[in-house]
């Protein structure tokens, strides 16, 4: 139980005052960057770097690893508000939450969200403190082949959900796909489908496609329908979050495999949005309401969060016990960690126990006070679909080209966020589904890697996606979900019937 | 906190502003920045390059070096060639600095981008990055001679190099290899230096040539064994770092007869159309960086060559460099069509 007694001295290295200020100050910087859309965590702690090199290393990644739980946090609310997911993650949320917030539950969407969030990063930070060692080993098993049977596995579980017909999806599927494919090939180091122009050469970037699709989108379709949210505006009831919060235990089941799969697809480090995406997919295949998902299920909004945060928080280790960020945020701590000092790798564990033990007591209190603050302010945000479209529909488009804009400085990008939002427009009214289209930007190009990678290696032998046990079991998995509702048909036609 | 350094932002420019209207400007005055600095990183957060800048940034702002804020800006895209060309563009915009890493020659060769060094203002050379051929510490090779010999035996594309990216220094290093002992390896590119080395800890690629920094805290941990650093003369940092090995103890590839050198530039750039003054003035800025305590440890941990070069000094060197790189590729079969 040496762990414990290391952890405890950890709470006592956070507990002290000034500490605890910078955990409040993370927090709420945090959440401020996780509601602007484009402003992600990466860039977020990036920016508040330098802020951090006079303090101590301890309080340093105390302040940043706090912003990094608020803009986990933060993420969701502009999700489920206005459908315009501040944080790549984020984009399932809007699946179900904001359904629920047009149906005038956003007080309820909310709160699922943020308490989600929080399961998803204590069941992930327990795992930290107990089985740390053991995990880093695990994540080394992972190579390209096994990697990209992580990213089959996650399209797997998404193909076949949308209502629409599966054409559609396939279609909305292959736009993905071939936007992933701008810019440079990783693996040949040369430019494709830039077609001459300099603009191209970056590719498109997740974000803006997203903030367009959703975001500009959304604006677009109110607009056609009237200048109104459409249903009723949410009464401000500040007992929604007691009320939501003993409803929530119903779904236990989906929060556990939410947490598994977060914290699995955190250390691989495959990161926290296909995490998210498999894990809405999953619970919709396994839940008994699954067919009303898309239509404001609560369930539907527990499922993404905890796995985001679960994947979020399950990130930093192998970060800190190999060296690999597991998310880009994490990447940006890593830098951290170097110009304070602290190397990170198989000693750090050994050689800097006040650092990485304060550090682990921090996600705990981090993530109680982060949930405190947001769920103060849940009838707060959930009255801001009371103001008038006409005047917060202005104030959106600014936030969105702002958000668009700081991605990568450059004005261009506010022009392709416009394009997506016609796309966005189009797609909609035509009835294709948004969802596939940001998947496979979204994990395509990654997915490819992995896949040429793995061919590379093995010389251009396909039996390398069944070369072991671990990398044969999960494409064994991905080929079950794929074929899944055919597999329950067989097994509902070989049940014997009940005589009539 | 954020508010607060916008605060001393803007604080900053009113105090410049008005004393440029109150003080009678001295013909030959010294140029200082009047707005914040950019500092352009062209490539992705977390990485070599990006460390080197946000230390440097952070270095800085701690010893006050500059009257206006120094804001370290990414732009990865397109090997880099997004930051190199956004640089370009900002003709006489003399807030816009960049680091450079070899990408500075190597994307518009393999990418044929319209972009050349030469369009940008050179301001001074940083430092120079080592690399290290590196094998897993559970495989039996203790030396050049021995990996070479196993990767013979073996038919070719047997043995995995892994590496940053495709057709930069990674590949070009590895094609190096090949063409110095006649083997052949699959090369694999990857993301970033960190993945790299873990992926020969995980035993998924047989061999890496990462810069020192990139895999030090694999080689603590015992994880990874160099076999030979890439530089003419062996490193000078005598700290141990694990079994009484330290930077010192790698012998060169070249005594190995591994006949091969390659250093990657850490330098600085500036948009075209900058006046000397102008030059000097960052020029001036990087040797009071250079004798921070901060940066004497990033050069030690990173066993980095510590070369500074300015003028026409660096830009002779770049251009010798490019050449270089250009043979290298030519015959690597890596030029754009």
């Known amino acids: ?500 | 906190m954020m508010s607060q350094t916008t605060r001393i932002a803007f604080g900053a420019l009113a105090a410049v502003g008005v004393a440029g209207v109150l003080t009678p400007q001295p013909a030959q005055a010294q140029w200082q920045p009047s707005r914040p600095i950019e500092f352009i990183v062209p490539a992705g957060t977390g990485g070599g390059a990006d460390q080197m800048a946000r230390t440097i940034q952070g270095i800085v702002t701690k010893y006050n070096l500059t009257k206006t804020p120094m804001v370290v800006i990414n732009k990865a895209g397109g090997a880099g060639g997004e930051g190199f060309l956004d640089v370009k563009a900002s003709r006489n915009n003399p807030h816009k600095i960049i680091i450079t890493l070899s990408n500075l020659f190597t994307t518009p060769l393999a990418t044929g981008i319209p972009f050349n060094w030469k369009d940008l203002t050179p301001v001074a050379m940083l430092a120079l990055d080592e690399f290290v051929l590196w094998v897993n510490a559970e495989t039996p090779y203790k030396s050049v001679k021995d990996y070479v010999a196993a990767i013979k035996n073996a038919p070719p594309g047997q043995f995995k190099m892994g590496g940053t990216g495709s057709r930069q220094e990674d590949q070009i290093i590895t094609v190096a290899i090949e063409k110095s002992t006649g083997v052949k390896f699959t090369y694999i590119p990857f993301r970033g230096g960190g993945e790299v080395a873990v992926q020969l800890v995980g035993n998924h690629v047989n061999s890496t040539v990462n810069n020192p920094i990139e895999a030090v805290a694999q080689w603590r941990g015992g994880k990874v064994r160099p076999l030979c650093v890439f530089d003419d003369a062996v490193l000078p940092y005598k700290e141990t770092i694990v079994d009484n090995l330290s930077w010192a103890s790698i012998p060169t590839c070249i005594s190995q007869g591994l006949n091969l050198d390659y250093l990657m530039l850490r330098g600085i750039f500036m948009s075209p159309g900058a006046t000397p003054e102008q030059v000097n003035y960052y020029v001036e800025l990087f040797k009071k960086v250079r004798e921070t305590p901060e940066w004497k440890k990033l050069m030690a941990d990173g066993a980095f060559n510590q070369s500074f070069m300015v003028g026409d000094e660096y830009a002779k060197w770049v251009a010798k460099e490019e050449q270089r790189h250009r043979d290298l590729m030519k015959e690597a079969g890596f030029l754009a069509k």
Not at chain 1, 5 to 31: C, D
Request: overall charge neutral.
């Open chain 1, 1 to 500: 139980m040496e762990e414990i007694a290391n952890l405890m001295q950890g709470f006592a290295t956070v507990l002290e005052p000034f500490n605890i200020g910078v955990m409040i100050i993370g927090i709420l910087l945090g959440v401020i960057i996780g509601v602007l859309p484009g402003l992600g965590g990466a860039n977020g702690v990036a920016i508040l770097l330098p802020l951090t090199f006079s303090m101590s290393p301890t309080s340093a990644i105390i302040m940043l690893s706090c912003i990094y739980w608020g803009a986990l946090f933060g993420g969701a609310i502009t999700s489920v508000l206005f459908n315009i997911p501040g944080e790549p993650w984020s984009v399932a949320t809007t699946f179900d939450g904001h359904p629920m917030a047009q149906n005038g539950r956003a007080g309820e969407a909310l709160t699922a969200a943020f308490t989600s969030s929080f399961v998803g990063a204590l069941f992930a930070v327990v795992m930290i403190t107990l089985v740390a060692p053991l995990v880093a080993r695990f994540a080394l098993q992972f190579g390209a082949a096994e990697k990209f049977g992580v990213y089959f596995l996650a399209f797997c579980s998404f193909v076949g959900l949308s209502k629409e017909p599966p054409a559609k999806t396939v279609v909305a599927m292959m736009i993905g796909f071939a936007l992933a494919a701008v810019g440079l090939d990783q693996m040949t180091g040369q430019l494709r489908l830039t077609f001459g122009s300099t603009e191209l050469l970056a590719g498109f970037d997740f974000l803006i496609a997203v903030i367009g699709l959703f975001g500009i989108g959304e604006i677009l379709l109110t607009m056609e329908e009237g200048l109104q949210f459409k249903g009723k505006s949410a009464t401000i009831n500040p007992r929604v979050v007691l009320q939501t919060w003993m409803e929530l235990p119903r779904y236990w089941a989906t929060s556990i495999r939410s947490c598994i799969i977060g914290c699995w697809m955190g250390i691989t480090p495959a990161g926290a949005t296909p995490a998210s995406f498999m894990s809405y997919g999953i619970a919709k295949r396994m839940s008994p309401r699954g067919k009303n998902f898309g239509k404001g299920e609560i369930e539907g909004v527990v499922a993404p969060e905890t796995a985001a945060h679960a994947a979020g928080t399950s990130a930093l280790l192998p970060m800190l016990s190999l060296g690999v960020p597991g998310s880009p945020t994490a990447a940006v701590l890593l830098g951290g960690l170097l110009i304070w000092g602290l190397q990170p790798g198989p000693l750090l564990f050994v050689e800097q126990k006040e650092f990485v033990w304060g550090l682990i007591a921090s996600m705990y209190l981090g993530n109680i006070v982060g949930l405190l603050i947001v769920l103060t302010c849940v009838p707060l945000l959930a009255a801001m679909l009371r103001i008038p479209f006409p005047v917060i529909a202005p104030i959106i488009l600014v936030l969105c080209a702002i958000g668009a804009y700081t991605v990568h400085n450059n004005p261009f990008d506010v022009v392709m966020m416009m394009v997506f939002g016609v796309l966005g427009y189009v797609l909609k009214k035509c009835d294709y589904p948004l969802a596939p289209l940001v998947l496979a930007l979204v994990l395509g190009d990654k997915a490819e890697e992995a896949f040429r990678q793995a061919l590379l290696g093995s010389q251009g032998s396909l039996t390398v996606f069944w070369s072991n046990g671990l990398v044969g079991s999960i494409m064994l998995l991905g080929l079950i979900a794929l074929f899944w509702p055919i597999i329950q048909n067989g097994m509902a036609r070989l049940r014997p019937r009940p005589a009539v």
